[in-house]
């Protein structure tokens, strides 16, 4: 769903604002939360949260929604290939790092095997599914390094805070109080600035933007729901792969031809996600 969700925002690019495409999946993620809750007869859960985990919540999805944000934008200086390898490569060394200091989530040596496998492979992807020339604007990778590295720091940030916050609430409850706050944070400075971008988009991009915003919203609901159930450290390396599944979408939708490199680097992905959940 990420993927999806990346794979459609690319072509907005420089259309839109990166904050505006981010926030939409957000708004998404809020409402089907909330249909979830009312459908399962649990939006008395929404109350029920404590203050404390109300801002813990918050706090953790605003990180995570900047860290997209981080990421969208850096597609202006780097190829969306390359800044997925370096940001999702940083989102795993941090959490596993975090999460062993902080929260004492464990570092198995089946997770060590596991993670190596899956950066290496999508180090070997970084490239995408073709050998093209590259559409990043050359010397710009010194440029992008700052809000690809923010990226991978933020999304660790915000996957601690939801595994400490989800122990004690529902997940699903969780997953709409926390992307709420960078929801109705946007709505409040789009109101003070007029910058409602979504009503001046052609017809074309009109598309792409609900489509991206349909798969971003499901993706930060059904990521949410697995922090629930698995380390931190195992939800992060398994989201790491989201550039592998982007590629393959190019292959299948796109044409785009699977190189030799390319399709060693997914072998080694699926290698690296069996050890992790067989």
């Not at 072509?11 to 708004?27: D, L």
């Not at 040596?109 to 559409?135: E, K, N, P, S, W």
């Not at 940030?157 to 944070?185: K, N, Q, R, W």
Request: proline content about 4%; hydrophobic content about 55%.
């Amino acid at each position: 769903m990420w993927a999806l969700a990346t794979v459609l925002a690319k072509p907005m690019i420089g259309r839109i604002r990166p904050s505006t495409i981010v926030a939409t999946h957000a708004w998404v993620a809020v409402i089907v939360g909330a249909i979830l809750l009312v459908a399962l007869g649990r939006l008395d859960q929404l109350t029920s949260t404590s203050p404390s985990q109300v801002l813990l919540l918050g706090l953790s999805g605003s990180f995570v929604v900047v860290g997209d944000i981080f990421l969208v934008r850096s597609f202006t200086y780097l190829d969306p290939g390359k800044a997925f390898t370096v940001a999702s490569g940083l989102f795993v060394l941090f959490t596993l790092l975090v999460g062993w200091i902080f929260i004492g989530d464990p570092v198995t040596q089946v997770t060590l095997a596991g993670a190596m496998a899956i950066i290496f492979g999508v180090y070997m992807t970084r490239g995408g599914a073709h050998d093209t020339a590259t559409t990043a604007v050359p010397g710009s990778t010194m440029a992008a390094a700052p809000t690809v590295l923010l990226a991978g720091l933020m999304w660790a940030a915000g996957l601690i805070g939801f595994d400490l916050a989800l122990e004690h609430v529902d997940p699903i409850a969780g997953s709409t109080i926390g992307y709420m706050f960078p929801a109705l944070a946007y709505l409040v400075w789009a109101t003070r600035e007029q910058q409602f971008e979504i009503f001046s988009l052609d017809a074309t991009n009109s598309k792409l933007l609900a489509a991206s915003a349909t798969f971003g919203g499901f993706a930060l609901v059904g990521y949410t729901l697995g922090i629930r159930y698995a380390h931190a450290g195992i939800v992060a390396m398994l989201e790491s792969t989201a550039p592998i599944f982007a590629i393959l979408l190019a292959v299948a939708f796109f044409k785009e031809r699977l190189t030799a490199r390319t399709g060693t680097g997914v072998g080694f992905c699926a290698v690296g996600i069996a050890a992790l959940v067989i």
